[in-house]
């Protein structure tokens, strides 16, 4: 089965960037449903953006604009990368994967935005 790994969190002012790396311990050639989500204190976990069925991508109407998802089959990972970062983007951001009737996680990155 196919393992997560996520890096590239950190603390960063607003307005800065950060680019997130989700790196698979095998190929996601195939695996067509792949995504981040975040979980801020208190909240519950959302959808942020993910590639679905056909390959287009769905993002979060509050990061649509400022936030891009891509992936490089090549090197099995998937990337997030988030500009004009706000406080409210302040998360702990997750990288899944769907496989067939799976849905699979990993540990998680935070992100700390200052105002």
């Known amino acids: 089965q196919v393992q997560l790994v996520e890096s590239g969190g950190g603390l960063v002012q607003a307005g800065g960037s950060l680019r997130l790396s989700c790196a698979a311990s095998?190929?996601?050639?195939?695996?067509?449903?792949m995504g981040w989500y975040r979980q801020a204190p208190g909240k519950q976990r959302e959808l942020v953006a993910a590639?679905?069925?056909?390959?287009?991508?769905n993002y979060a109407d509050s990061v649509k604009g400022r936030f891009t998802i891509s992936r490089d089959n090549a090197k099995n990972t998937l990337y997030l990368q988030m500009n004009s970062l706000k406080p409210e983007d302040t998360a702990i951001y997750y990288c899944?994967?769907?496989?067939?009737?799976?849905?699979?996680w990993g540990q998680g990155t935070q992100v700390t935005v200052s105002s």
């Open positions: 899944n994967a769907g496989v067939g009737v799976v849905d699979i």
């Open positions: 095998r190929s996601i050639f195939g695996i067509n449903a």
């Open positions: 590639f679905v069925r056909g390959g287009s991508a």
